[in-house]
């Protein structure tokens, strides 16, 4: 791991010291600029510019395009160089673990039940009528990559590891509201209603009371489902991913 503390610096030669150091450049830079272009395309005026010039279709391609060399590049200079970079934090390992694990199963279990009752916000709305997940946030697959990030965030404290995860922690918690904001002034009234009765951030409107969450609306089938796919990531990361967590 280069840079894993400033200790063992001394040992790495000039050039592989220059190598790493750009490769980190890179990855910092792609992934703030994944986060600068998603959040800047998908902020109100811009946005409304770029759809009258382009049309619906091509924008979302055009979009799509701009995620992918920005967030590929970062994700796999990440993947071949994990670890990169000074060290900014380092808990306690079974502090962060067992944060991280249940932050993770929750992040799993937002985008399992989505299926189940897909928000009026999403790309192919759903009904406007709080149920299900959708009382917890009305964006479980943002908060779900939101928390994906954070979850890393704690066990991985390089600074390779903060901008590569950071920019999923970023785009999961801003995007939504830039979404709710623009989505207000398109889908009127029915809409905003929707929002008053939920939150963005996971049980902010059920500890308002502004609605109650029901075990019984949630889908038991995706619930387990969740579950299965939660287990096998924990008991398989190290293969997976080149590192276990226990």
């Not at 404290?157 to 901008?163: Q, R």
Request: proline content about 6%.
């Amino acid at each position: 791991m280069f840079f894993a503390s400033l200790a063992p610096l001394r040992f790495i030669s000039p050039q592989r010291y220059t190598r790493f150091t750009m490769i980190l450049i890179l990855i910092v830079v792609f992934s703030v600029l994944f986060v600068a272009t998603h959040l800047l395309m998908s902020h109100g005026a811009i946005r409304e510019n770029l759809v009258a010039k382009l049309g619906a279709g091509p924008f979302l391609g055009l979009y799509s395009l701009v995620s992918f060399l920005t967030l590929g590049p970062a994700s796999v200079l990440w993947w071949q160089n994990r670890h990169l970079g000074p060290i900014l934090w380092q808990f306690n390992p079974w502090v962060e673990r067992g944060i991280a694990l249940v932050l993770m199963l929750f992040a799993i279990e937002f985008i399992a039940l989505m299926l189940a009752d897909p928000s009026p916000a999403s790309m192919l709305p759903g009904s406007k009528e709080p149920r299900g997940i959708l009382r917890v946030t009305r964006h479980p697959m943002n908060m779900g990559l939101a928390l994906f990030g954070l979850s890393h965030l704690l066990a991985n404290g390089t600074v390779g590891d903060v901008a590569f995860f950071g920019s999923f922690v970023v785009v999961g918690v801003v995007g939504p509201f830039q979404m709710d904001a623009r989505l207000k002034k398109k889908r009127g009234e029915g809409f905003i209603e929707f929002c008053s009765q939920t939150s963005v951030i996971p049980f902010v409107a059920i500890l308002r009371g502004r609605t109650k969450f029901r075990a019984d609306e949630i889908s038991f089938p995706l619930f387990l489902i969740g579950i299965v796919v939660y287990v096998a990531l924990v008991i398989f990361h190290g293969r997976f991913f080149g590192a276990d967590i226990f």
